[in-house]
């Protein structure tokens, strides 16, 4: 699938996602959510998940199903972890901070228990450094962008060698 973040002449970002066989669903954002929504590229990516948000889009969610009422309540496990994995990624980025894995797993688990989600795997820093490596370019590429241009990304995402 094909993501293309526009940055708008206005500044107004919007998300269009072109899936294989030609479909498309597009949104206007917030400006808070192509940098949100790139952290899931990465997450879903690197952790190799395709029920989560851009798996779903892939699948034939429109970018409208996740704002109707109860749209939460139909999420699969998967993409609650993924929301999850991202809001941990995002924390980090505020506290100008990157977590060593035994403590992300911590506030990771601690997040799930929270939410009554069944617990996901232990990840290693390895993945921990490949998930925000792949993030940072992303949300570079996208900070780059001008008004008027968009940003593609394939997905699923792979950092640039």
């Not at 590229?41 to 704002?67: H, I, K, P, R």
């Not at 894995?101 to 069944?118: K, T, V």
């Amino acid at each position: 699938m094909r993501i293309e973040l526009k940055r708008g002449k206005d500044g107004r970002p919007t998300l269009a996602c072109v899936r294989p066989d030609g479909s498309r669903t597009w949104a206007k954002l917030h400006p808070f959510f192509p940098l949100h929504d790139l952290t899931h590229c990465a997450v879903e990516s690197v952790l190799g998940f395709d029920q989560a948000f851009f798996g779903l889009v892939a699948s034939g969610w429109a970018l409208d199903d996740f704002s109707q009422s109860r749209a939460s309540a139909r999420l699969p496990t998967e993409a609650r972890w993924a929301e999850s994995l991202v809001g941990l990624f995002e924390r980090e980025a505020a506290a100008g901070a990157s977590w060593w894995a035994p403590e992300f797993n911590e506030l990771l688990a601690l997040s799930l228990r929270g939410q009554e989600l069944a617990p996901f795997r232990t990840l290693g820093d390895d993945e921990l450094d490949a998930i925000r490596q792949l993030r940072d370019e992303l949300q570079a590429r996208w900070l780059a962008v001008v008004p008027g241009d968009t940003l593609e990304v394939v997905f699923p995402a792979t950092a640039a060698a």
